[in-house]
């Protein structure tokens, strides 16, 4: 089956500072990858689409200035949150679109914002 | 507005003892029914897409079913590893975004 990678698996930052979130289709093309976070014994929301080669399109109520996203290639889609709080600490996950029918999920990112 | 709702909250079987999970959906045009199975601190797993009512697919004691406003996942006899929790997503037409329900967090006690 498609995988779908992320780097770094956690990640923990002190208040103020950025962190870049990787988000790699390993043996398929994706030309739209989505960043979703999850809140402890919440659902997954949606935060964006990113789409190879043009601006995300961002979900209401997400900042783009906070959370930037680039894909710049078919494989990979970064994410970088923005002088991060305490209240960006959550599970970040990003899909990859294999196909129309088909979201493959990333094992996802714990971010921890001191 | 996308709707996708499910229900129990949490279900704790006894090994071997057959259940349901129910996802109710609104969705315009649904494109797809989607079930993920997702472990504490990973990513969800993909298990099924469903596209129209009345299709049936199966995954060893798995099977999900789709009628025009809800989705049901069946467990048959399930094992403590089946424990996790399980999430519903739908997909309106000409659409790749997903609308996920909270999940089910399914308990299978030996």
């Known amino acids: 089956g498609a995988v779908v990678s992320q780097h770094p698996s956690w990640v923990i930052c002190k208040s103020g500072t950025s962190v870049k979130i990787e988000c790699r289709s390993l043996d398929f093309q994706a030309t739209t990858m989505f960043w979703y976070r999850q809140f402890p014994k919440q659902s997954l929301m949606l935060m964006a689409t990113?789409?190879?080669?043009?601006?995300?399109?961002?979900e209401q109520g997400v900042e783009k200035d906070k959370f930037l996203i680039n894909h710049a290639s078919l494989t990979l889609s970064t994410l970088t949150v923005t002088s991060a709080h305490p209240e960006d600490s959550s599970f970040y996950i990003c899909?990859?679109?294999?196909?129309?029918?088909?979201?493959?999920f990333g094992p996802g990112t714990r971010l921890t914002v001191l | 507005e996308d709707q996708v709702t499910q229900s129990p909250e949490a279900l704790r079987l006894q090994e071997g003892e057959s259940s349901s999970l129910n996802c109710s959906y609104t969705v315009s045009g649904l494109r797809g029914l989607f079930w993920y199975r997702q472990d504490p601190g990973k990513g969800p797993e993909f298990l099924f897409t469903l596209y129209s009512a009345g299709e049936e697919k199966e995954k060893e004691r798995l099977k999900a079913t789709l009628t025009k406003k809800e989705s049901f996942l069946h467990i048959t006899a399930p094992k403590p590893e089946d424990s996790a929790t399980y999430l519903c997503a739908a997909a309106g037409a000409g659409s790749y975004q997903l609308t996920f329900g909270k999940g089910t967090k399914l308990s299978v006690i030996p």
């Open positions: 899909s990859a679109g294999g196909g129309p029918d088909t979201q493959y």
């Open positions: 990113s789409n190879e080669g043009s601006k995300a399109t961002y």
